[in-house]
């Protein structure tokens, strides 16, 4: 799986683990993406700002649909980073995203 770097936005895979992570959240399950989060010490109140800048699938009516469907399955997309690693690199692509914006 991996990520790719090369873009300003969320994967596909990325979008997913999140989604079904705030589906387990939202519905107070200890599920798959939970535990995953959890062993690469991934804290979901901390990537959901820079995930929400950078996927329009994580926040409004898209939640709220999420919530009506059953949870996605996904798996952990970031290989081997930490939750801190994964955070830095949601924050530099928001961050390279803004400057593109710029220029």
Known sequence: MGMNHATQHLSA????FLQALLWEEGHLLRGPATRAAEAHGLSLLRCLEPANRLSPKLHGEALNR???RACPAA?????????DEVLKQLWA????????KMN
């Open 66 to 68: 999420l919530r009506e």
């Open 13 to 16: 895979t990325e979008e997913a």
């Open 75 to 83: 798996e952990w997309p970031w290989d081997d980073q930490s939750g």
């Open 93 to 100: 692509r928001l961050a390279a995203s803004a400057y593109k």
